[in-house]
């Protein structure tokens, strides 16, 4: 894991300096609200409906125990007593009074971790792979280079303000666990002739409008990453709109101009940039590589894994994913317990899971975008403890990728600019498909409270977008979407539906579902097979 | 240090203010290239003046709003292509935003609304590191790391 030497530190702590100075400005009446807000935004600092909410940011959503632990202790001090991890692997208090935001970020800080950048229309934390640096199939560990990134864009003084905010997600796997497509820059690194670069998608997103970004340069070495950066950054300061919020993402800007003529640009300045000197040296790299180093996993640890409880067994095979290093495995831990708010986490649960991962995961833990946590580096001699303990906690729910294992954002119950509620809607479907789950398979629903699709329905196999209509909670759905590497973006089923409506129209269509599945076939595949048809006639027949 | 210039202008530049009333961009391309200072507005295109940046002695950007960052890379292209002359933030430019526009190449600073003077003091003494190369002198971190 990243470790923070002076540098890093002195940074971190300027910046609680700086925000406590202006939360005494605007508690003095020195700054109006409107010069505060964006202040206090790319601290993470919003006010939603009942209260401030702060989202602390977790780079790349890899923590250790430690700070895992403060997390909990912030829940009990100043919270009511549980956090909420986001679809931006971060971590989301609910009721956070504005006076205590300096001490909260202070106690943050003595454990390397910070708020920066959480909001605001800057470059926000990066997103990676939550199987970094443990999964089969990745040609090198993302953090590094994700790290990298952090680095340069913490208080990038060209781009802090941006016409809209600016996400950017690493990977390093073909297989993608982290909607890397979906993303205003999506990096995947691949190798070629031995050399390790990024692949570089710039304008995707969700939003209102979903796009889907589009290959803007094949190869970005590390020596020159940096520049390439700012050179799509400068370009899109310079000529993203700012006539309308709603079109002022990157997206817009590669789709208006074109992702030919955007590439061109990207390239002219590019060269421009380049000369500047401002790509840190080789020696960077290696230094945040090294502190990447594979943990010292027991090689001699055994592979075979006693299966005799059952209910550990459908654990193991739902949750439990391969691990690059013979003897170990991946785990996910479930936040989407039948009936429970989706990415909630008590400060008790918290302290569990840093427990566990400082005993059995080598100090390790990671979020996922999907609102769970990760253990990533298990010996399997000790996954039968590890689903025990979790079981106690309430944490050993066998749903991941499931129907049950639902993002949801936090919708009308909290969010100032939702049109309806989520989380009841996530519990009732949970509830409701909860016996037949795994007969149905993978299956990806994500609702959304509003347009602004914080919930990624528009990446949902089964997608929810709820809307106000004539002052009512209305709910459209959505097939055929996916945040994954077959990346597609969900069409709308035709007329939405009020609650109870929409469980009822879900079920129909995994009904159909299953009444047309061929071998093997997930709900997306035989949709993205038979097409909208024979649902629509299901639904609205 | 900052060296007021007359009673609004923030400059940290020791040379003399310079007088000249600032022209437009249009203006400028089209009939004044003898002028000597220029007023950029958000949206224009600073790399239209750099076969002038020798004659030029103040360019002025526009902020016209705190959240249109448009002014912070115009200050970066003029500074990338080499222009010294004074480089003029204007607008609403608050005590948060002004060490960023440092770091772009801005010395001189024209706000709508006061400054004060112990809030800018420490806005600008605050961070003793930054992370990336800009277009002031401060060293990145990683040059400090590794020399």
């Not at chain 1, 709109?241 to 003529?261: F, T």
């Not at chain 1, 409880?309 to 317990?337: C, E, M, Y």
């Not at chain 1, 528009?458 to 997608?463: E, F, L, Q």
């Amino acid at each position: 894991m990243y470790k923070y030497d002076q540098y890093d530190q002195s940074i971190v702590d300027a910046r609680v300096d700086e925000f406590r100075d202006q939360v005494t400005r605007r508690l003095a009446g020195q700054l109006t609200e409107d010069q505060f807000k964006p202040l206090r935004l790319m601290n993470g600092l919003y006010l939603q409906l009942h209260a401030y909410m702060l989202r602390v940011a977790i780079p790349y959503g890899t923590l250790d125990s430690r700070q895992m632990r403060t997390l909990a202790s912030i829940a009990r001090d100043y919270d009511r007593d549980y956090g909420h991890f986001t679809t931006r692997q971060n971590l989301q208090f609910n009721w956070i009074k504005l006076e205590d935001t300096p001490d909260i970020l202070a106690r943050l800080a003595t454990v390397e971790m910070h708020a920066i950048q959480t909001s605001g229309n800057c470059i926000r934390n990066i997103s990676s792979d939550q199987f970094a640096g443990a999964a089969a199939d990745e040609v090198a560990d993302p953090r590094p280079w994700a790290e990298l990134i952090r680095q340069w864009s913490t208080f990038h003084p060209e781009f802090s303000y941006l016409p809209r905010k600016f996400k950017i997600a690493v990977i390093a796997s073909d297989e993608d666990r982290a909607a890397m497509r979906l993303h205003d820059i999506g990096i995947q690194l691949v190798e070629r002739d031995g050399e390790l670069g990024g692949r570089i998608y710039v304008g995707g997103g969700m939003g209102r409008t979903p796009m889907i970004a589009p290959l803007i340069r094949d190869f970005v070495t590390a020596d020159d990453l940096m520049s390439y950066l700012e050179a799509a950054l400068r370009v899109y300061n310079r000529y993203g709109r700012r006539d309308n919020m709603y079109k002022a993402r990157i997206k817009i800007l590669v789709h208006e101009i074109g992702a030919d003529e955007y590439r061109r640009q990207v390239e002219e300045e590019f060269l421009a940039v380049k000369a500047l000197g401002i790509d840190p040296p080789a020696a960077e790299l290696a230094r945040i590589t090294a502190m990447f180093a594979p943990p010292a996993f027991d090689t001699d640890a055994p592979d075979a894994v006693d299966r005799s409880d059952p209910d550990f067994a459908v654990w193991l095979d739902q949750n439990v994913r391969a691990h690059k290093q013979l003897g170990h495995a991946i785990v996910t831990i479930s936040l989407k317990p039948v009936g429970g708010i989706p990415g909630d986490a008590s400060s008790a649960q918290i302290d569990l899971v840093a427990d566990l991962a400082e005993r059995y995961s080598f100090d390790e833990l990671r979020v996922t975008h999907a609102q769970n946590l990760v253990l990533p580096h298990v010996r399997k001699a000790d996954l039968y403890t590890i689903w025990q303990q979790l079981t106690d906690a309430g944490l050993a729910e066998a749903n991941l990728d499931l129907v049950t294992d639902i993002i949801a954002c936090p919708g009308l119950d909290y969010c100032s600019l939702a049109n309806a509620r989520s989380i009841p809607l996530a519990q009732k479907i949970a509830v409701r498909f909860a016996d037949r789950s795994r007969d149905l398979g993978e299956l990806k629903l994500k609702i959304s409270g509003c347009i602004n699709a914080c919930g990624h329905h528009h990446a949902g196999h089964i997608g929810i977008l709820g809307v106000d209509k004539k002052g009512t909670e209305n709910y459209q759905l959505s097939f055929g979407g996916s945040g994954a590497e077959d990346v597609s973006l969900a069409k709308i089923t035709g007329p939405g539906f009020d609650e109870d409506g929409v469980v009822e129209a879900i079920e129909r269509a995994t009904d159909t579902y299953v009444a047309l599945r061929e071998e093997g076939e997930r709900f997306l595949d035989t949709y993205r097979r038979v097409g909208m048809q024979p649902f629509k006639d299901a639904i609205y027949g | 240090m900052v060296e007021s210039a007359t009673e609004t202008t923030l400059r940290f530049r020791d040379d003399e203010p310079h007088d000249e009333p600032a022209v437009t961009l249009d203006a400028f391309l089209a009939e004044q290239t003898n002028a000597t200072a220029v007023r950029l507005e958000a949206g224009e295109d600073a790399r239209a003046l750099l076969p002038y940046l020798d004659r030029l002695a103040l360019v002025e950007v526009s902020f016209p709003t705190f959240r249109d960052g448009r002014g912070y890379s115009a200050g970066r292209v003029l500074r990338e292509a080499g222009y010294t002359g004074e480089l003029r933030a204007q607008g609403d430019v608050l005590v948060d935003q002004l060490p960023l526009m440092r770091r772009c190449g801005f010395d001189s600073f024209a706000p709508q609304a006061e400054i004060d003077g112990e809030a800018l003091r420490r806005s600008l003494d605050r961070y003793d590191f930054r992370y990336q190369a800009a277009a002031d002198a401060a060293v990145p971190v990683w040059k400090l790391r590794h020399g």
